[in-house]
């Protein structure tokens, strides 16, 4: 393995991360909405975003190793009645006490595997602990570390934006079915989307896909439909849309912020993915100017990014897939190989140390963590725990009835896809 420190200096790396990632998420709580230091701390918060109340101070000032003792002793505690899920971003603290790790597809499907847990606690973001209160049975709760974390990406889109895009499109393509049966629009929600969303897309014979299912999701929609609004994450869509044969003229973008999207009128009708203009902060930050640089310092090296990344970056890249493709190329991968990757730091990093016969580094090794995932720290997951030891239930996730089964239905199809 080759050090984080060797690599910085073989890719001329300059420091682009932000300073404020030394404090601890708690400082954050109580200050105005925001998303903590990290790589989408630039976004904008929405007003109504949950906020985490102060946590305990003998949480805030515990050590780090007292933090891993009061885990690991309430969730012994709490038996087979917790189940711990932890997405690949989140830190190594955290990880280690998950019951299973995984991308958001496949943590949607573990949240539903274990009926017999009351509580599953999501060390992931609000919108996966949405999925996984949507998917679990209603007796479970599923509890959110910290209020905090959500994900800028997710926030690009609300619900008004998207039936207020919806009716304008409705307005231009026409309503409903065409002649051949076949729906004039078919509504595509990222599952980096809130359950509003989701619900949507099932109200409107759409779907929900993951990075993982991108591209069996849109063919279920094309084989429904004549178009696609595919929302939040344009990269995504784009990507996709261009691997199964589209051209980026029939893929104008929506821009909420703008009249009528932005594009004229007829780019809309003759459209056949209308993407909207979202994006992740954490995969934006890539660039091709950093794989030439890889591939330079580390020739040979294979490139691969997750497709949040930009056309440019997917386009230079050598593959590209979801967080769980991303570890499976890695394990994969010859002993003495060298793999560049395109993706958050904290599971780049987890991999070049799980594997240190290969040389595994973040085509940027200075990013920024995904600063809304960095916001579950132990001391939530110490303070959530021990209140369920204690019979309370903290940061209960509840998506209200009408909107999780309008939801499921959207999961539902997806799962059917892609099972
Ligand atoms: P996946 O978990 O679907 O790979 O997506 C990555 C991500 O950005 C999660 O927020
Ligand atoms: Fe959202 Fe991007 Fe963070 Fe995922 S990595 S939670 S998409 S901001």
């Not at 002649?179 to 359950?195: E, F, H, L, R």
């Not at 330079?296 to 997750?306: D, R």
């Given at each position: 393995?080759?050090?984080?420190?060797?690599?910085?200096?073989?890719?001329?790396?300059?420091?682009t991360?932000d300073?404020?990632?030394?404090k601890a998420?708690?400082?954050?709580?109580?200050?105005?909405?925001?998303?903590?230091?990290?790589?989408?701390?630039?976004?904008?918060?929405?007003?109504?975003?949950?906020?985490?109340?102060p946590?305990?101070?003998?949480?805030?000032?515990?050590?780090?190793?007292?933090?891993?003792?009061?885990?690991?002793?309430?969730?012994?505690?709490?038996?087979n009645?917790?189940l711990?899920?932890?997405?690949?971003?989140?830190?190594?603290?955290?990880i280690?006490?998950?019951?299973?790790?995984?991308?958001?597809?496949?943590?949607?499907?573990?949240?539903?595997?274990?009926?017999?847990?009351?509580?599953?606690?999501?060390?992931?973001?609000?919108?996966?602990?949405?999925?996984?209160?949507?998917?679990?049975?209603?007796?479970?709760?599923?509890i959110?570390?910290?209020?905090?974390?959500?994900?800028?990406?997710?926030?690009?889109?609300?619900?008004?934006?998207v039936?207020?895009?919806?009716?304008?499109?409705?307005?231009?393509?026409?309503?409903?079915?065409?002649?051949?049966?076949?729906?004039?629009?078919?509504?595509?929600?990222?599952?980096?989307?809130?359950?509003?969303?989701?619900?949507?897309?099932?109200?409107?014979?759409?779907?929900?896909?993951?990075s993982?299912?991108?591209?069996?999701?849109?063919?279920?929609?094309?084989?429904?439909?004549?178009?696609?609004?595919?929302?939040?994450?344009?990269?995504?869509?784009?990507?996709?849309?261009?691997?199964?044969?589209?051209?980026?003229d029939?893929?104008?973008?929506?821009?909420?912020?703008?009249?009528a999207?932005?594009?004229?009128p007829?780019?809309?009708?003759?459209?056949?993915m209308?993407?909207?203009?979202?994006?992740?902060?954490?995969?934006?930050?890539?660039?091709?100017?950093?794989i030439?640089?890889?591939?330079?310092?580390?020739?040979?090296?294979?490139?691969?990014?997750?497709?949040?990344?930009?056309?440019?970056?997917?386009?230079?890249?050598d593959?590209?897939g979801?967080?769980?493709?991303?570890?499976?190329?890695?394990?994969?991968?010859?002993?003495?190989?060298?793999?560049?990757?395109?993706?958050?730091?904290?599971?780049?990093?987890?991999?070049?140390?799980?594997?240190?016969?290969?040389?595994?580094?973040?085509?940027?090794?200075?990013?920024?963590?995904?600063?809304?995932?960095?916001?579950?720290?132990?001391?939530?997951?110490?303070?959530?725990?021990?209140?369920?030891?204690?019979?309370?239930?903290?940061?209960?996730?509840?998506?209200?009835?009408q909107?999780?089964?309008?939801?499921?239905i959207?999961?539902e199809?997806?799962?059917?896809?892609?099972?």
């Amino acid at each position: 393995m080759t050090s984080v420190d060797a690599i910085i200096e073989k890719l001329g790396a300059t420091r682009t991360c932000d300073a404020g990632l030394t404090k601890a998420p708690w400082a954050f709580d109580k200050t105005k909405p925001s998303y903590g230091p990290g790589a989408s701390a630039l976004d904008l918060i929405p007003h109504n975003a949950p906020r985490q109340q102060p946590l305990p101070a003998e949480y805030t000032q515990a050590s780090d190793d007292e933090l891993q003792e009061r885990i690991i002793n309430a969730k012994r505690a709490l038996g087979n009645k917790v189940l711990i899920l932890g997405h690949f971003y989140q830190r190594d603290e955290i990880i280690v006490h998950a019951d299973y790790t995984g991308d958001s597809f496949q943590l949607s499907k573990n949240a539903a595997t274990r009926p017999e847990a009351d509580n599953i606690v999501f060390c992931g973001v609000h919108f996966m602990a949405e999925t996984a209160d949507i998917l679990s049975t209603p007796r479970q709760n599923v509890i959110l570390p910290n209020m905090s974390a959500g994900c800028s990406m997710a926030d690009m889109a609300n619900i008004d934006q998207v039936t207020d895009a919806w009716e304008q499109l409705e307005d231009i393509c026409g309503k409903g079915t065409d002649a051949d049966g076949k729906q004039q629009i078919v509504p595509v929600t990222y599952m980096n989307s809130s359950a509003a969303l989701k619900a949507f897309c099932g109200r409107h014979g759409g779907i929900v896909c993951t990075s993982s299912n991108a591209r069996p999701v849109l063919e279920w929609a094309f084989a429904r439909g004549k178009r696609v609004l595919f929302f939040p994450d344009q990269h995504l869509g784009r990507n996709t849309a261009l691997a199964m044969g589209m051209s980026l003229d029939q893929m104008p973008l929506w821009d909420p912020y703008k009249p009528a999207g932005s594009a004229a009128p007829e780019d809309y009708r003759d459209a056949k993915m209308i993407l909207w203009k979202g994006f992740c902060s954490v995969h934006q930050r890539f660039t091709v100017d950093q794989i030439d640089r890889a591939r330079k310092a580390f020739p040979g090296c294979k490139v691969i990014v997750h497709p949040e990344c930009s056309m440019d970056v997917v386009n230079a890249a050598d593959g590209t897939g979801s967080t769980a493709y991303i570890v499976k190329e890695i394990e994969n991968a010859p002993a003495g190989s060298a793999i560049a990757v395109g993706t958050e730091i904290n599971l780049v990093n987890r991999l070049a140390a799980q594997h240190p016969d290969k040389t595994v580094f973040c085509l940027d090794p200075v990013v920024c963590p995904c600063s809304t995932m960095y916001r579950i720290h132990p001391a939530y997951l110490a303070w959530a725990l021990e209140n369920l030891v204690n019979g309370k239930v903290v940061n209960k996730i509840t998506v209200d009835p009408q909107t999780a089964s309008e939801a499921k239905i959207a999961l539902e199809r997806m799962l059917e896809v892609h099972p």
